[in-house]
């Protein structure tokens, strides 16, 4: 069963654009929402997360929405560039100091100049 | 944030073989596991590595086919044993820090032929 789901699997922009990442999970218990950006040949990393009584987060050109009720949370990329060509990876965490992710299945974003 | 070295960064190995992955993180961590990513998937958990006692291992993953060391908090070993084709992914040590954020070495490269 998966318990996140995320879409689109890829996505194309243009530069400028602002490709959006969605995900949407299952499980009430989840109470912490981090994205990671993973590039080819490297570890995941931490980009931005949310927690569950706040609707939104901005860090930079990330921004994170979140929707409670519906459980599902969205990252949108402001004035996207090449260099943000990767893989992104939302996830989900039960508990205070687990640590333990459960990932969505990732979206490869491609930013075309 | 941490830093995760993980040795070595890419191997390829004869089926029936093991391959020990080491992990070592520059400062002092509770909390330590280990993920696999299959190729051109997403990130799934092994187990959690506990200092000290037997590592705790996800449903489907067991200490006979995945064993794990943790003799410190600083370092972790995941030994692949017996290794088949099917075990050709990314595996990677991620290390938790200040109760909610979860970091990523650079990941090992598995090919088994």
Not at chain 1, 19 to 44: L, M, S, V
Not at chain 1, 87 to 111: E, M, P
Not at chain 2, 68 to 91: A, G, K, W
């Amino acid at each position: 069963q998966q318990q996140v789901k995320q879409s689109p699997q890829s996505l194309i922009v243009q530069k400028g654009g602002i490709p959006i990442i969605n995900c949407a999970y299952e499980n009430t218990a989840f109470d912490y929402f981090p994205w990671y950006q993973q590039f080819p040949g490297k570890g995941p990393a931490l980009l931005i997360a949310i927690r569950p009584d706040v609707s939104e987060k901005k860090e930079g050109r990330f921004t994170i929405s979140f929707n409670k009720s519906a459980k599902q949370f969205s990252l949108h990329i402001m004035d996207s560039q090449p260099g943000d060509s990767a893989t992104y990876f939302c996830a989900a965490v039960s508990g205070a100091g687990s640590y333990q992710l459960t990932f969505g299945k990732g979206t490869k974003l491609s930013v075309i100049p | 944030s941490a830093v995760i070295s993980q040795k070595p960064s890419r191997d390829i190995c004869q089926r029936g073989t093991s391959l020990t992955i080491q992990c070592q993180v520059d400062s002092q961590v509770t909390m330590m596991f280990w993920y696999r990513q299959q190729p051109g998937q997403s990130l799934t958990l092994i187990a959690t590595a506990n200092q000290g006692s037997e590592a705790t291992y996800e449903s489907g993953f067991v200490i006979d086919k995945f064993p794990i060391s943790r003799p410190n908090l600083t370092f972790s070993t995941l030994t692949v044993s017996n290794m088949s084709p099917e075990d050709s992914s990314i595996y990677l040590c991620s290390v938790g820090i200040g109760g909610t954020e979860a970091f990523f070495g650079q990941g090992t490269r598995l090919t088994v032929v």
